[in-house]
């Protein structure tokens, strides 16, 4: 754990530690707001992000190694915080900054290349998302193999994209693949499982496989309940989907239950113009404009 009480003050007497002992250091604050990010708690991992990237530029430099891990990071936070032009510009910099120091090719540039893919994806940009993705498994697989769990989280992200540009099959297929790697390497509960299954129930009800999709979807929603708790912001987007369906299949009590669930799970935590937000009151709006009419033709 880290002891900030270290960090000395302004007025403190010159302290100069040694380099490897400020990589740590950069590397464990890095950690902590990351952690803070998976438990959901997206303002206080801002914060721990932004005083890990302010410490490594101040050690080494604006465009520095050391700055690409708390920055790739931040930009994480503030994409799923739905700030998706703060993010962009963080991960541009990371890019720039390892592309000038490891060169175009470098592992360390797959992340950076995903994150890009899965930002504009989130941002509509399906044109800017798939070549960014498909450079992110090129330089990973070159660097790690087909069979690599981090290859294939990667091909994961590249099936997203493609199902978004409306290849269902393609993309289910894809993300099946993927989902054995992960249940082989990690086990059927973890938390990159139900990512996968998220995306394959998704690419299934799209290709009409509805009552898959529901089983899909359900199993994803238990995993991330099981690993993230009840509350946690990402099980908005599944928690979204089941409602469609429920909604689709006349059960208007249901769907609203599920939308409302994914609006509270939002409300506070991620930006106002939050595309899985505005999805939801959207939706609740729908559902009541729906039941007031079906009320008064009861009448």
Not at 173 to 186: D, H, I, K, P, Q
Not at 230 to 246: K, M, S
């Amino acid at each position: 754990m880290v002891d900030e009480s270290r960090i000395p003050a302004p007025e403190a007497a010159p302290y100069v530690p040694e380099d490897d002992e400020v990589r740590a250091r950069v590397q464990a604050m890095t950690a902590l707001g990351a952690s803070s990010r998976d438990g959901g708690d997206y303002p206080l991992a801002e914060s721990r992000l932004r005083a890990a990237l302010t410490l490594a530029e101040a050690a080494f430099g604006d465009d520095s190694v050391e700055i690409a891990a708390p920055c790739n990071e931040l930009g994480m936070t503030l994409r799923y915080a739905g700030r998706f032009e703060e993010a962009a510009a963080l991960y541009d910099r990371v890019r720039e900054v390892l592309e000038r120091r490891l060169g175009p090719g470098h592992p360390e540039l797959a992340s950076v290349y995903h994150n890009l893919g899965g930002l504009a994806h989130a941002r509509g940009d399906l044109s800017a998302a798939e070549p960014a993705a498909r450079r992110a498994v090129t330089i990973r697989e070159r660097a790690l193999g087909a069979d690599h769990p981090a290859t294939a989280a990667d091909r994961g992200a590249l099936a997203a994209v493609v199902l978004a540009l409306g290849r269902h099959d393609e993309a289910a297929e894809s993300l099946r693949a993927v989902l054995t790697v992960f249940e082989r390497t990690y086990g059927p509960g973890h938390h990159e499982v139900a990512v996968v299954l998220h995306n394959l129930g998704t690419a299934e009800y799209a290709a009409g496989r509805v009552e898959d999709a529901a089983g899909s979807l359900a199993r994803s929603l238990s995993i991330k309940e099981k690993v993230l708790g009840a509350d946690h912001p990402e099980l908005a987007a599944t928690l979204c989907n089941l409602a469609r369906i429920r909604q689709e299949a006349g059960d208007l009590d249901g769907a609203t239950a599920l939308y409302r669930r994914a609006e509270g799970v939002l409300r506070g935590v991620v930006a106002a113009g939050h595309p899985t937000l505005l999805l939801c009151r959207q939706a609740l709006s729908h559902l009541q404009s729906a039941r007031r009419s079906a009320g008064s033709a009861s009448e």
